[in-house]
Structures are given as C-alpha cells and as structure tokens.
C-alpha cells in the first residue's frame, strides 16, 4: 500500500539545522509532485515547499525562503528538507504528503526549535 514515513525531527536550538526524510513506498514516487506541510502546536496546518517529479522546480512558503531546500532522491524513492537557520516559530509536527491533491501524508515528524 501507500506509505510514507518521515524521519529526522528533534529538539534543535534557534540557529541550529535538521535535514527531514520521507521515505516512500507502494507507489512510483518519481511520477508525483510531493510537499512538505508542517502543522505548529495549536495552530493549523501551513504548506512549507513542494517539488516537482523530476526535482527541477521547487517552491517555498515566504516565512522559510532562503533557510529551506526541497529536494528528492528518486533512486532512493525520498524526499528530503534541509532545514537551516531554524527559528522557534519553525517548531511544528512536519508532514510529507503525495501528489497535487496531497492525498496521502505520513505521520510527521516533531521539530522543537527552542532553548
């Protein structure tokens, strides 16, 4: 079946970084679209950046443009999210999800960014 499954959250002081994975399976990843969307405590859910199939065309939400990159593995069938620069405000549960229509996610991942 489909699956997705991100990896590599934690506990990160502001300035520090983290590289996100989602590792993917069950269908023919280097045919979609995927994204990155992250949900803060309290808050609702915000897209970060997306990318295209063949990981030529990248997009990001302004809060974490220049701090953010997108990027995909299609031999390794994962996406990735090199996350610099982190601020508390970057602190949320970070989903990866499939497709246009973002029809399936994985469980997320939880990024503290805090002292």
């Known amino acids: 079946q489909v699956q997705l499954v991100e990896s590599g959250g934690g506990l990160v002081q502001p300035g520090g970084s983290l590289r996100l994975s989602c590792a993917a399976s069950?269908?023919?990843?280097?045919?979609?679209?995927m994204s990155w969307v992250r949900q803060a405590p309290g808050q609702g859910l915000e897209w970060v950046s997306d990318?295209?199939?063949?990981?030529?065309?990248?997009d990001y939400t302004d809060s974490v443009k220049g701090r953010f990159t997108i990027s995909r593995d299609n031999t390794k069938n994962t996406l990735y999210l090199q996350m610099n620069s982190l601020k508390p405000g970057d602190t949320a549960v970070y989903y990866c999800?499939?497709?246009?229509?973002?029809?399936?996610w994985g469980q997320g991942t939880l990024v503290n960014v805090s002292t």
């Open positions: 999800a499939k497709g246009d229509a973002r029809e399936v």
């Open positions: 990318i295209n199939n063949g990981g030529d065309k990248t």
């Open positions: 069950g269908f023919t990843f280097s045919s979609y679209r």
